[in-house]
């Protein structure tokens, strides 16, 4: 199993990554990909079904991808998984895909990482119905301070959108923010981590060598690691 050591940059959401030192990065790897934790060496790994990939016709065979990969022990967490109105079937089948997946999260005792665009009532929703004891992420965040507190108030962690840190604009809302409940992340686009870090470190108020100590701990916090 790969963890991130003292003194690394944790890119908590990537596709297509691969493994460089002073950098630890969990890689998405989705079921519709067909690509296995076995295909790239030396990383962690989220496994999920993304709902913009999902139809009534591969639902079955990629839940069963699912069931079988997510029990692998550099398979980390769930995801990413959940609920986009701009992409995707119907509400409906990403509510089951979702539903299946948290039931697989908390069996394995592993968290979700997870996608959402313009569907926040339906993940608030299924949170208050399936009450999971595995924490969960919400990735990619770009919304404002009354959504993040929402959110936060649940119990979910967030991982703010490459492009978003990078505006001048958000270093309002991420100071606003409790940073033990935050994460960074590149999403696989041509931006290097440690430039968002630097970025953040600055809005905070603080070194780029805290935020890192800050985010490992955040990091074992959310996984569970003693
Ligand atoms: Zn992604």
Redesign the pocket.
Known sequence: MHLPKSGDFIDI?V?GGTSSPGIFILE?LMAHEGKTPDDIAGVAFTYGI?PWFLNEENHKQLLSAVENTACLPDVIAIG?AGFDRLRGPSMQLQRLAFEEQIAISEKLRKPVVI?CVRAWDELMAAQKKLKPKMSWLV??FRGNVTLASQLLSKGIYLSFWFDFVLRPGSGQLISQLPANRIFLET??ADVNIMSIYEKVAVDLNIRVDQLKQIIINNFNTFFGIE
Request: glycine share 20%.
């Open positions: 959401h596709h998405s993304h990413e996608h990735h990619g999403d696989g």
